[in-house]
């Protein structure tokens, strides 16, 4: 008759080793890496306390035998069907021949389970400089501020146009990509982007009344803020009072207040 003390106890973490608590969104994934592991035993995982009780015997997750290397595996686990809650769950080894359990109930992992952040729209912020009289053919450097209180990483693009009116014909309108890093300008006609290029790459995008350089325009990135420099260089077909709007979208389709004029 074997005892527990006979085989070792299966050593679990999530995520990283010496992790045994860890905090998710509701549908991510966390990893239950399990190491330890007697030859041929299977590792088992059972729920013992969670938002609806204890759900015991949840099974087999992988086997010393079959399913790792030197007696350590890890899996990943999508909490997508998981409700929002903490998960209190126990780790050990059965034998894969008779059954028999091989560890005692010393191994506890928790899992807590968070509700997702309600998806809220962008804004288009500060613009400068917003008054300023431009020479044709000298470089101006711009800066907008497009946020989302997602964090940046929801935006999906930032608009700054500057013309008499909202019209992308005839005007310096340019368009960032957040997702893809890339800055385009709009053709005369309002029809189609032209270029793409990245922050500091030496290019030149234009169209017939504004040069915009790459080289010198940046995209910085923080908390929830998408702060990006604008090079541009208006030509002399491009003269009169003109207005700065600015817009931004996330990666939801949410708009927030649309076109705003700075």
């Known amino acids: 008759i074997s005892s527990f003390a006979a085989y070792p106890t299966p050593t679990a973490y999530l995520n990283s080793p010496g992790t045994t608590a860890v905090a998710v969104t509701q549908g991510q994934s966390f990893t239950l890496i399990v190491s330890n592991l007697f030859p041929e035993n299977e590792v088992y995982y059972d729920q013992l306390s969670g938002p ?52 005692a109930n010393s191994n506890i992992i928790v899992i807590r389970v968070d509700a997702p952040s309600p998806n809220n729209p962008p804004t288009a912020g ?22 989302d209180p997602n964090g940046w990483q929801d935006l999906a693009y930032g608009l700054f146009l500057v ?3 909202i019209n992308g014909a005839n005007a310096a309108y340019l368009y960032y990509d957040r997702p893809s890093n890339k800055f385009y300008l709009r053709n005369d006609a309002n029809t189609a982007w032209l270029g793409g290029c ?65």
Do not use: H
């Open 198 to 262: 990245l922050p500091g790459n030496a290019s030149i995008i234009e169209n017939s009344y504004a040069k915009f350089s790459c080289a010198g325009s940046t995209a910085i990135k923080s908390g929830n803020t998408l702060t990006v420099t604008l090079a541009l260089t208006f030509k002399t077909t491009f003269t009169g009072l003109k207005n700065i709007y600015v817009s931004t979208r996330d990666d939801a389709g949410l708009v927030g207040a649309g076109w705003v004029n700075k």
């Open 163 to 165: 013309n008499s009116t």
């Open 52 to 103: 609806n009780g204890a759900v015991s015997n949840i099974g087999p997750i992988g086997t010393s035998g079959t399913s790792s290397v030197n007696g350590a595996f890890s899996q990943s686990f999508s909490t997508a069907p998981w409700q929002v809650g903490t998960y209190t769950c126990v780790v050990y080894s059965k034998n894969m021949t008779t059954g028999f359990k091989m560890s």
């Open 126 to 147: 500060a613009v400068t400089p917003v008054n300023s009289n431009s020479t044709a053919g000298a470089e101006i450097k711009f800066t907008a501020t497009y946020s």
